[in-house]
């Protein structure tokens, strides 16, 4: 395989190793090597040990949060065309083609890396980053915004429980202190998890974890959003974000069962959405740990940090929203919980309408996966099939 690509206004091309000469290993003997300390990757077929890549990765622990499986969707998305130079040196063989144990495979896209319309819009943002010497992973206003929310945040989480004892009132600050919490998800979180906050990896992972802050697992949303949801967008049964029960209170795909209550749910769901992160915090980060699952996706393995930040973060979430207002706070338990409540139901209202009109409407494209194949395959390339 081969790759043309601009990088600085220079022509390059990509050359692979012949195939052939490559050792040959199963899925499962690739899914062996699911840490750090021994994280292999398959990307575009072919089986890499980045190990030594690992604490030198300039996007921090993303290099490892698939180890072990299919990164190759992954890889492409987060890295420069220039990056495809430097996995040759870690190639220790390829997927053997006779493998079909299907329970690992990945869906399958028109166009796995040289898709024409990815390479030219990677080029051309890439030629934009450089032309107009701006850093694509830092800006300015990013920092200033997160300092004036997370310190909003602690503002108004003071307000609602401990300075003014009038319900009305703390209702008042309840609210803006789900919204904030809504916005540590939009703004700081989010960007953090996807590598894109900093240069420093580890400043990254810190604003990743800003949403252990708010209750909601940072480990584990990066198992279903990055891992999952961007990789297979809209794809009924592959994106955890649509996955959906035989018998389930919302239908968002053809594909998924229909039952007679689904007329309404354009009527109850808007309440309903409000109890999504409520759901996250309490329910939903502790069902994934238990299972090893989200929806049909297997999650990674834990690192001992991951399992400190997640077991140490719930802990101080209880202790700053259960125990310190039981404490100090001059309202009654049924009070605090109320407020608590409004609050989260705010934070799920502000998060589920942004996810809401971001992909499930009706412009938008459900894709069905074919089997015919073999493996489950979508008729667009990866790039495309995002912009449908």
């Known amino acids: 395989m081969t790759i043309d690509y601009?990088?600085?206004?220079?022509?390059?091309?990509?050359?692979?190793?012949?195939?052939?000469?490559?050792?040959?290993?199963?899925?499962?003997e690739v899914a062996l090597h699911e840490t750090p300390k021994d994280?292999?990757?398959?990307?575009?077929?072919?089986?890499?040990?980045?190990?030594?890549?690992?604490?030198?990765?300039?996007?921090?622990?993303?290099?490892?949060?698939?180890?072990?499986?299919?990164s190759t969707y992954l890889f492409n998305s987060y890295h420069p065309l220039y990056v495809w130079k430097l996995l040759d040196q870690y190639c220790v063989g390829e997927i053997d083609a006779s493998d079909e144990d299907l329970s690992m495979t990945n869906v399958e896209y028109l166009d796995t890396v040289k898709e024409p319309f990815y390479l030219a819009l990677k080029e051309r943002v890439e030629a934009y980053f450089h032309r107009n010497k701006v850093n694509p992973r830092v800006h300015s206003h990013l920092f200033i915004k997160s300092a004036v929310i997370l310190a909003l945040y602690l503002f108004f989480y003071y307000l609602m429980f401990f300075q003014?004892?009038?319900?009305?009132?703390s209702s008042i600050y309840a609210i803006a202190f789900g919204y904030i919490s809504a916005h540590i998800a939009m703004n700081i979180m989010h960007d953090g998890n996807h590598g894109a906050y900093s240069t420093w990896p580890w400043f990254s992972y810190l604003m990743g974890i800003s949403s252990d802050l708010i209750g909601a697992s940072s480990y584990i949303w990066r198992q279903q959003h990055i891992i999952a949801h961007h990789a297979y967008t809209n794809?009924?049964?592959?994106?955890?974000?649509?996955?959906?029960?035989?018998?389930d209170i919302r239908r968002v795909h053809l594909e998924q069962p229909r039952h007679s209550f689904h007329a309404y749910q354009h009527?109850?769901?808007?309440?309903?959405?409000?109890?999504?992160?409520?759901k996250a915090i309490w329910f939903d980060d502790f069902q994934a740990l238990i299972t090893g699952k989200i929806g049909q996706g297997i999650i990674a393995k834990m690192t001992p940090l991951e399992i400190l930040v997640f077991w140490g973060s719930?802990?101080?979430?209880?202790?700053?929203?259960?125990?310190?207002?039981?404490?100090?706070?001059?309202?009654?338990?049924?009070?605090?919980?109320?407020?608590?409540?409004?609050?989260?139901?705010?934070?799920?209202?502000?998060?589920?309408?942004?996810?809401?009109?971001?992909?499930?409407?009706?412009?938008?494209?459900f894709l069905t996966v074919d089997l015919n194949k073999g493996v489950p395959t979508v008729p667009y390339g990866w790039a495309a099939m995002q912009v449908v």
């Open 6 to 28: 601009t990088h600085d206004g220079v022509a390059s091309t990509i050359k692979a190793s012949p195939r052939e000469a490559l050792k040959k290993y199963s899925r499962k």
């Open 314 to 365: 719930k802990l101080s979430y209880v202790v700053y929203i259960v125990i310190l207002p039981f404490l100090y706070s001059n309202y009654e338990i049924s009070t605090m919980v109320k407020l608590y409540i409004l609050s989260q139901l705010v934070c799920g209202w502000t998060l589920a309408i942004l996810f809401e009109i971001s992909h499930v409407v009706e412009s938008a494209t």
């Open 267 to 278: 009527i109850y769901l808007w309440p309903l959405y409000g109890l999504m992160t409520l």
């Open 235 to 247: 794809v009924n049964k592959f994106d955890p974000d649509i996955r959906a029960n035989d018998v």
């Open 164 to 169: 003014v004892q009038n319900p009305i009132i």
């Open 39 to 70: 994280c292999w990757l398959v990307i575009d077929g072919k089986v890499y040990d980045v190990t030594k890549w690992v604490p030198k990765h300039p996007g921090g622990s993303l290099i490892h949060v698939r180890a072990g499986q299919d």
